[in-house]
């Protein structure tokens, strides 16, 4: 009984080492993946850069090679696609398009800052109704993401307990073959 204890002793001890060293080899494999996600990081700056750099050439009418304005023109399009959500966010936050210069302007607001024109004033009940529904469509969304979340967990959960009753049987079959 003795020599097994001993032997137990050696084999943790081994093992304990052998992770030392693998903990210390995956800890310098996350610092040197650390330097290229920051290198890779740079280059994606100025690529972002030279972009913002031939978008500018191509909104003030310079031509440009076909692929080039193709890609421009899905960017601009895409800017008009922000337009219209960050319009909606506007309206979600309580706020108008004023109808004569189009500028979001809160809804409590008599006139318009920009324009000086004549705010119109909305019903409360249709007011109420929109943020309402508006409340509903988030709180489906929250319980989505969320049951998304939970079964993602779960699963890992799952996962790692798989994993850990299999270490755990082999220890022991380890441990009875000693």
Known sequence: MKDFFENFGKRFGETAEM??????????????????????????????????????????????????AQICDSIKEREKEIEKYERKIAVLKGSAACVKCGRMVSEDMAYCPYCGEKMEARDMEEATEEYAEKVKEKAADVAEAMAD???????????AAQKAAYKTEEVLEKAADK
């Not at 993946?33 to 310079?62: C, F, H, P, T």
Request: proline letters at 0%.
């Open 19 to 68: 992770v030392t060293n693998k903990a210390g080899e995956m800890i310098e494999i996350q610092r040197v993946k650390s330097q290229i996600r920051d290198l890779a990081r740079e280059n994606a700056v100025d690529m972002m850069e030279l972009g913002k750099a031939v978008y500018e050439r191509y909104k003030s009418g310079e031509e440009l090679d076909d692929s080039t």
């Open 149 to 159: 979340k939970a079964e993602e967990t779960a699963k890992k959960i799952g996962e």
